[in-house]
């Protein structure tokens, strides 16, 4: 089992910045690739970032977030970061964290509970 709880969501005016955390807790946290998720209303569940396990030298980004967004882990704390920088309203969502990002949105078994990011014009 693998616990995760997401935090550091709020409202923030565009060109704003955010830092989410989910703090994960239950088997070993260190080996697991881990990502971020964000669903809009009316809108599938879509992969924001993700990062490997252990050291977390191996990131992607989607594309509308590349240079915006940075994916960290501290395997110390048992916690992933996503700062976010350079917020756009079209970032608004309920952001997700979840553990073995590869298997896909239908098959993913782990999952914090979300937290609501809106971003003002």
Same mark, same amino acid.
């Given at each position: 089992?693998v616990q995760?709880?997401?935090s550091?969501?709020g409202l923030?005016?565009?060109g704003g910045?955010?830092?989410l955390?989910c ?10 690739p881990?990502?971020w ?6 809108k599938?569940r879509?992969?924001v970032?993700t990062?490997g396990?252990w050291s ?6 989607? /594309?509308?977030? #590349? %240079?915006?967004?940075t *994916?960290s882990?501290?395997?110390a704390?048992?916690? !992933?970061y996503l ?13 997700y964290?979840?553990? /073995?990002?590869? #298997? %896909?949105?239908k098959s *993913?078994?782990?999952?914090?509970q979300?937290?609501? !990011?809106?971003?003002s014009?």
């Amino acid at each position: 089992q693998v616990q995760l709880v997401e935090s550091g969501g709020g409202l923030v005016q565009a060109g704003g910045s955010l830092r989410l955390s989910c703090a994960a807790s239950g088997r070993t946290f260190s080996n697991y690739p881990m990502g971020w998720f964000r669903q809009a209303p009316g809108k599938e569940r879509e992969v924001v970032a993700t990062i490997g396990g252990w050291s977390g030298s191996i990131t992607y980004y989607r /594309d509308s977030v #590349k %240079g915006r967004f940075t *994916i960290s882990r501290d395997n110390a704390k048992n916690t !992933v970061y996503l700062q976010m920088n350079s917020l756009k309203p079209e970032d608004t969502a309920v952001y997700y964290c979840a553990a /073995d990002p590869a #298997k %896909g949105v239908k098959s *993913i078994v782990y999952w914090g509970q979300g937290t609501q !990011v809106t971003v003002s014009s």
